[in-house]
């Protein structure tokens, strides 16, 4: 399960910064490029609480890889339904993605230094 969340993380960021070069006009990309971020993106919200929902017994803070890929989902969904266009709040959820995605790791190094059982790493 770990490993599964780290790969679909690691895909989400690299399509991410391929849409954030195309929007900066420095590459062109297939409209799939979009439609394999949002799934991805999908994925990782639903891993990342499978995976690292234990860590919320310990408090909101200590859990916030289980649900911080919420917001940069939230944020793309209402970019993509064109609720909101405005290219600041597409940067804004960049920045929001990578946090979400630095909050994963830190949950995994966290886990690693406590040395959690197996079965507790469900
Ligand atoms: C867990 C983290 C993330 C989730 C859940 C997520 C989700 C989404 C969703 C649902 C959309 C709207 C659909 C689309 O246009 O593809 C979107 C758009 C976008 N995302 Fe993410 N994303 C995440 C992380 C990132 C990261 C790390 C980057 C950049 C490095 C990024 C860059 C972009 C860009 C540039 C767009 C706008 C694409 C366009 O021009 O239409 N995302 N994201």
Redesign the pocket.
């Given at each position: 399960m770990q490993m599964a969340l780290r790969i679909v993380?690691l895909l989400?960021?690299l399509?991410?910064?391929v849409?954030?070069l195309?929007?900066l006009g420095v590459v062109l990309v297939s409209g799939l490029?979009?439609?394999f971020?949002?799934l991805?993106?999908?994925a990782?919200?639903i891993l990342?609480f499978a995976a690292l929902s234990s860590a919320l017994r310990d408090g909101a803070w200590r859990g916030i890889g289980a649900w911080f890929?919420?917001v940069?989902?939230v944020?793309?969904?209402l970019?993509?339904t064109n609720v909101i266009r405005l290219p600041v709040w597409?940067w804004l959820?960049?920045l929001?993605?990578?946090l979400?995605?630095g909050f994963i790791e830190m949950a995994f190094a966290r886990r690693r230094r406590l040395g959690r059982a197996p079965s507790e790493q469900l």
């Open positions: 993380a989400t960021l399509l991410g910064a849409l954030a195309q929007l490029v979009n439609m971020h949002l991805l993106g999908i990782t919200v990342a890929a919420v940069p989902l944020m793309g969904l970019y993509y597409i959820h960049v929001m993605g990578l979400a995605i």
